[in-house]
């Protein structure tokens, strides 16, 4: 039992941490709350589907920023689409730096945009990796034999 | 005898001095005989006449002698001259036979005459019987005459509950009855150490004589019960000024026990050393030379005693019928007390209703407006202004609603609402409220809900919502770091009964269960003195480290009593200032019966365990085109229980929505999308109204601008996303019922 409260207090405090530094907010509780008997994997689904389309937008957006004239109405609109996704999911700074990226967008700004991109890449992948080791604790403590403290 | 004649037989010539000798014994001889036989005739005469006379044949004998003896007599007459022979032998025949008569005559005497004597002496004794048994006779007519005047003066004194008239007519039967010169009463003075005369028989109006209770004459009568003779010139049978020459008559008197209430013990008899005493004074007619009879005396008596039963019904019925007025007055009294206090506790209730009223009517101006003006741009400095006011306006509303509950709980007037809630769901909630401050200060919050806790339960879910958030609200309050971990179980009927709880004797039943639940948190813990404060109204406890977390201190009161209303107990265990807490509360919740279904129509697909699920089976359509957002919207729907369909383009959405689809959900944000023309179509796809599904859009950014939009093309409510299930729930409840939402 001892070794179940304590993956349980790991995972607690982690995800605290995350909350505490801006990683997630309150939407992400939210998700844990769907969470359910009935659909017990949901958090990470929506949570991996974030990562995919992630990646595809990341991609997109280096290509579009990439050409030769830009065009920010598409530029504008994969943001838009990123700031969407993570919004959903709750992963706040991504959303910060999207609607920062957005405003460079409209000012057609392309070394906002290039800086953004870079924030954004850089935010992302943090955020993935925090996530990543979220689950990675939780299914240590489902296999411990423990519930995840809702 | 005469000598006769022939006996002698003398010679001698007869003298003529004989002839009158013997005339002489002629007559005697003649009247004799005359005599002796009119004494038998006499005798039968008067012995026929009495009809009681046992010795008849003596008669006979005694007549037969007499009338032989007269016979004798007679013949001698003859005898005074020569006579025959013949005269000669009836005379001896007759001699002879009176010889013979007479002397069993006398033999028979003998035997009569003591008889008779004894008759006599017999008939001496008789009459003295007879004169005894007339005397006796006498002694039992006056007895049942003096009974009779008894019952008669016990009835009428009996006849009245009031004192005077009792010991009036007491005087006035007594007089009558044994025709007294005068009768008085004295009895004894408050102070108990004098008697005054307070009723005299003929006396109208007794002045205040008095005489000491302790006078030797007075003490004779009060120590025996019965009527003791006193001499006249006693002070208290001096009543009437005496003109001198009379002879006063004789004066008895007797005491009158005069019972008081407390007497009047059910388990012991009246102390004789506690009576009190009134003098009963009785005087014969002065120069009457009648005497006090022993009759008189008991019956003076027993008048007494009487008297003494009458006076004390008179004394009882007094008291009871002054107690009957001291309780109707107190009646009254308290009615009125009863009344002035229903008065007070309306007029309190309607000052709090209008209180309520009034203060937050500005309360919520003032929280609406400056939630506002948190929205618009601020100066940061504005900014921390307006956080504050809004910070103040919340405790003060918190404060209003305490107070206000708190007065209701306090006079009773506060019903649960009981209704059958999800347990579960109680708890979950709370975490989310709690999450956010708690990771702030970067507290952990464990929920443990222990497997056989039942998901529904029946009782009031707003006020035991309160009170868990309320400890849970006060363990995150009073700590600083650490962990709080909240558990939630079954109570068990041995554990229930808690050394800290002795009084609380809980007992589960089949229809209810105890809900017990654990807070503990690692903060700054409460010293065991001051624990029993917490639950008081407005304490606080005096550490500077709490005083500046806020709070009015009456929360916890508050939880007390609702946990008490939910027939339960709470209390707080600490071991001391540094080591932490842990509240403990348990509540009475019924259990949930399945006939209590109503709720809940149809079996949701879900299971159990999922929640409520307010919108079983309704149709949905999600239309958004990240993919993202319309899984985690699809997912929200879903566990609110609707039945979602999702698309992500606008074709697809006309094509898909069907009049099956009650609520339509448009992404109206995401560029390259017009939500709003897709809604157009929408509506122009039905035609018949009923049929139109209710269109909500989902967008990023909720201004003015957007909501005039929607409003214009017939959309039915906007939502700001992200969107919280909660927000969703009474988004869809508030469209179902008012197919509007703005």
Redesign the interface.
Known sequence: MDGVAQLQKQLVDYTASLFQEGFLDEQFNQLQQLQDESNPDFVVEVVSLFFEDSERLLNELAKALEQKTIDFRKVDAHVHQFKGSSSSIGAQRVQKVCIAFRNYCEEQNIEGCLKCLQQVKHEYSLVKSKLETLFKIEKQLIAAGGSIPT | MAFTMESCNCIDPQWPADELLMKYQYISDFFIALAYFSIPLELIYFVKKSAVFPYRWVLVQFGAFIVLCGATHLINLWTFTTHSKTVAIVMTTAKVLTAAVSCATALMLVHIIPDLLSVKTREMFLKNKAAELDREMGLILTQEETGRHVRMLTHEIRSTLDRHTILKTTLVELGRTLALEECALWMPTRTGLELQLSYTLRQQNPVGYTVPIHLPVINQVFSSNHAVKISPNSPVARLRPLPGKYMPGEVVAVRVPLLHLSNFQIDDWPELSTKRYALMILMLPSDSARQWHDHELDLVEVVADQVAVALSHAAILEESMRARDLLMEQNVALDLARREAETAVRARNDFLAVMNHEMRTPMHAIIALSSLLQETELTPEQRLMVETILKSSYLLDTLINDVLDLSKLEDGSLQLDIGTFNLHSIF?EV??LI??V???K???????LVQDLPVYAVGDEKRLMQTVLNVVGNAVKFSKEG?ISITAFVAKPDCLRDSRAPDFFPVPSDDHFYLRVQVKDSGSGISPQDIPKLFTKFSQTQSLATRNSGGSGLGLAICKRFVNLMEGHIWLDSEGPGKGCTAIFIVKLGIRRLSNESKFPFAPK??A???LTNFPGLKVLLMD?????R???R??L??LGCEVTTVGLSEECLRVVSHEHQVVFLDV????VDGYELAVAIHEKFTVRHEKPLIVALT?DTDEVTKENCARVGINGVIM??V??DKMRSILAELLEHRVLY
């Open positions: 979950k975490l989310n999450k956010p708690a990771s702030v970067k507290l952990s919050v464990t929920l443990n962990s879900v299971s365990n999922h929640g085109n990240n993919g993202v957002s899984t985690v919207t997912g929200l879903v566990h944000c995401a560029p390259g990023g996303k992200p919280s299930v």
